[in-house]
């Protein structure tokens, strides 16, 4: 299911950004009554922690559902695809999300809500194009 959502989010936009509707298992965050977390995408390509149109579109988006949320904690986790060494996929996910971050902050976004993590590399499952991602989270576990 994961990765159909992924599919079909990338056929959309090309590449560049996501939004994927909420999350079927999250729970609202400090006690948000707006439901359930929203989790926006931002692709990346290989070996890169630039933005793109789309991507920052979609963090654009994600800043304005966390701005409408004020006690809505935000969850900024980087991934990376599976080739390349532990350590250099570690970096470039800590690089990923440490941007997305800035960019949310640059939109609005108070940096004490922002809890960022590097996920590093991806199994196998997925594309290339599918892992190399941050996931936003807004108001979700």
Do not use: C
Request: no cysteine; net charge neutral; hydrophobic share 45%.
């Amino acid at each position: 299911m994961r990765r159909a959502v992924l599919l079909i989010a990338m056929l959309g936009l090309a590449g560049g950004g996501a939004i994927i509707p909420p999350l079927a298992n999250a729970q609202p965050a400090n006690g948000s009554a707006n439901g359930p977390g929203r989790a926006f995408i931002v692709f990346f390509q290989e070996w890169s922690a630039g933005f793109d149109e789309p991507a920052l579109q979609t963090i654009a988006l994600a800043a304005a559902a966390a701005k409408a949320d004020p006690s809505a904690a935000i969850a900024v986790t980087g991934y990376a695809d599976p080739l390349g060494s532990v350590q250099a996929n570690i970096y470039l996910t800590e690089t990923r999300a440490q941007v997305v971050t800035d960019q949310l902050v640059a939109d609005g976004v108070s940096p004490s809500r922002i809890h960022q993590h590097a996920a590093g590399k991806v199994p196998y499952q997925l594309t290339s194009q599918e892992s190399r991602r941050v996931v936003i989270t807004v108001g979700g576990s």
